[in-house]
């Protein structure tokens, strides 16, 4: 045991005299390496991001609730299925909550109509936004809200059976109409009409980077149906579920209780979908996995690259010092411990590579979330654990056969070359 510990403790001194004493030529054969890493931790990095924020997205819906709508999310090339089917109605809804109160241990807890539009203009006094949009529903929506409010309150039933004309703005609108000061109280235009702020929504952030949460303005179904009308668009009636660790289930009770509010016949198609987050992540899985495949494919032709060069150099190590490894063998060294100094050697560099490519990669992460903080940009560890056991592993690998073949050499030849 005594033996083999001076054996290694000897031959990291040796490698690291070695990599001292051709300082140019050891940094330049761990740029591949470096290279390589830099490509393993970003594209680890940049994957993470992506599925942290759609993960974030996903939870803005609501991990508890069930769409219910003319379209699907994901319609393909079938949009022709759809299209001659009848739009979602608010009568609709109101039978579907009968259903839900007659119905012992449903899985269903409550459904609400919503109808959207959106590029609506939103003014007070001379400051105005545009590009927003406006959602109408009852009270019960609020209910279903993900998001808080940083101040007052969501409209009641109430207000919305009698039209009022109320709203509540997200946290952007309410910031570009009332910088600085509360917007609870103000008065906003709509379509030419004043409506009173009762609550503002808290910063929620942006769906995919496609719609932002913190752009909308809610205001009662009632006013929302006498200025914009439910006729056209794409309303909805979102559910909510008593347990989301039982959607499926959820989702084979509404789709029964829809088809007795739609009374359709058995053996007839549903003439509506009922969207969950699944068909979000189906369509963004293979995403991931082509860019997986492709960080795959780059991140391995950047370390075969290194690994070549740290063979090339380490057989170029050998030559030059074939007289040095002939005196050692003829004093009783073993091929173990010359074979264990080249291998110690390239992992170094390896290593020293891996560490250099970890904190380049480290300091682009900070970059990007300075330029670009809404990127969910997260530098984890397990990340960190990865590069260095590629590290270890690309430094073996290719540092195997140089070392072997010194450990090989017969010391009488060794000693005569010149």
């Given at each position: 045991?005594?033996r083999?510990?001076?054996?290694?403790?000897?031959s990291?001194?040796?490698?690291m005299a070695?990599?001292r004493?051709n300082k140019?030529?050891?940094?330049?054969?761990a740029?591949?390496v470096v290279?390589?890493?830099?490509a393993?931790?970003?594209?680890?990095?940049?994957?993470?991001?992506?599925?942290?924020?759609?993960?974030?997205?996903l939870?803005?819906?609501?991990?508890?609730v069930?769409?219910?709508?003319k379209?699907?999310?994901?319609?393909?090339?079938?949009?022709?299925?759809?299209?001659?089917r009848?739009i979602?109605k608010?009568a609709?809804?109101?039978r579907?909550?009968r259903?839900i109160?007659?119905t012992?241990?449903s899985e269903?807890?409550f459904?609400?109509?919503?109808h959207?539009?959106g590029?609506v203009?939103v003014k007070?006094g001379?400051?105005?936004?545009?590009g927003?949009v406006v959602?109408?529903?009852t009270?019960d929506?609020?209910r279903?809200?993900?998001?808080?409010?940083?101040?007052g309150?969501?409209?009641s039933?109430?207000e919305?059976?009698?039209?009022q004309?109320v709203?509540?703005l997200?946290s952007?609108?309410?910031q570009?109409l009332f910088?600085?000061?509360?917007a609870?109280?103000?008065?906003?235009v709509?379509?030419?009409?004043?409506?009173r702020?009762?609550?503002?929504?808290?910063?929620?952030?942006?769906?995919?980077?496609?719609?932002s949460?913190?752009?909308?303005?809610?205001m009662p179904?009632?006013?929302?149906r006498?200025y914009f009308g439910i006729?056209?668009?794409n309303p909805?009636?979102?559910?909510?579920?008593?347990d989301?660790?039982r959607v499926?289930e959820?989702?084979d009770?509404?789709?029964?209780?829809?088809?007795?509010?739609?009374?359709?016949?058995?053996?007839?198609?549903?003439n509506?979908s009922i969207?969950?987050?699944d068909?979000?992540k189906?369509?963004?899985?293979?995403?991931?996995?082509?860019?997986?495949?492709?960080g795959?494919f780059?991140t391995g032709?950047a370390?075969?690259?290194?690994?070549i060069g740290?063979m090339?150099?380490?057989?170029?190590?050998?030559?030059?010092?074939?007289?040095e490894?002939g005196t050692r063998?003829?004093?009783g060294a073993r091929?173990?411990?010359?074979?264990?100094?080249?291998?110690i050697?390239?992992?170094?560099i390896?290593v020293?590579?891996?560490?250099?490519?970890?904190?380049?990669?480290f300091l682009t992460?900070?970059g990007?979330k300075?330029?670009?903080?809404?990127?969910?940009l997260?530098?984890?560890a397990?990340?960190?654990?990865?590069s260095?056991?590629?590290?270890?592993a690309?430094g073996?690998l290719s540092?195997?056969?140089p070392a072997?073949s010194a450990?090989?050499?017969?010391?009488?030849?060794?000693?005569?070359?010149?």
């Amino acid at each position: 045991m005594n033996r083999i510990i001076y054996e290694m403790t000897e031959s990291i001194r040796m490698a690291m005299a070695q990599i001292r004493a051709n300082k140019m030529r050891s940094a330049l054969t761990a740029l591949g390496v470096v290279i390589g890493i830099m490509a393993v931790t970003l594209m680890g990095t940049a994957i993470r991001g992506v599925d942290i924020g759609f993960q974030n997205s996903l939870a803005m819906l609501g991990e508890d609730v069930l769409h219910v709508e003319k379209w699907p999310w994901i319609t393909g090339d079938d949009w022709w299925k759809y299209v001659n089917r009848p739009i979602i109605k608010p009568a609709e809804a109101v039978r579907l909550n009968r259903i839900i109160e007659a119905t012992p241990n449903s899985e269903l807890d409550f459904a609400v109509f919503v109808h959207g539009r959106g590029g609506v203009s939103v003014k007070a006094g001379a400051l105005s936004i545009s590009g927003v949009v406006v959602f109408g529903s009852t009270g019960d929506y609020g209910r279903i809200l993900t998001a808080d409010f940083t101040d007052g309150r969501m409209y009641s039933e109430t207000e919305s059976d009698s039209a009022q004309q109320v709203t509540v703005l997200g946290s952007d609108v309410a910031q570009a109409l009332f910088p600085g000061r509360s917007a609870v109280g103000q008065v906003v235009v709509v379509k030419g009409q004043p409506f009173r702020v009762i609550g503002v929504l808290a910063k929620q952030g942006s769906f995919l980077g496609i719609f932002s949460f913190d752009d909308q303005m809610l205001m009662p179904l009632g006013a929302y149906r006498k200025y914009f009308g439910i006729r056209n668009g794409n309303p909805e009636i979102q559910v909510k579920i008593k347990d989301k660790t039982r959607v499926a289930e959820a989702r084979d009770e509404l789709t029964g209780d829809m088809r007795r509010v739609r009374a359709q016949l058995p053996g007839e198609p549903d003439n509506f979908s009922i969207n969950t987050q699944d068909a979000f992540k189906e369509k963004l899985d293979p995403i991931k996995q082509g860019i997986a495949l492709a960080g795959l494919f780059v991140t391995g032709l950047a370390l075969f690259v290194g690994a070549i060069g740290i063979m090339n150099i380490t057989f170029v190590s050998v030559r030059e010092r074939t007289k040095e490894i002939g005196t050692r063998k003829a004093l009783g060294a073993r091929r173990l411990t010359i074979r264990l100094q080249f291998l110690i050697e390239a992992v170094s560099i390896c290593v020293v590579g891996g560490v250099i490519g970890l904190a380049l990669t480290f300091l682009t992460c900070l970059g990007v979330k300075t330029a670009f903080p809404a990127f969910p940009l997260e530098f984890s560890a397990g990340l960190v654990v990865i590069s260095m056991l590629v590290s270890v592993a690309t430094g073996i690998l290719s540092g195997y056969l140089p070392a072997a073949s010194a450990s090989k050499l017969d010391p009488v030849v060794a000693l005569r070359y010149e």
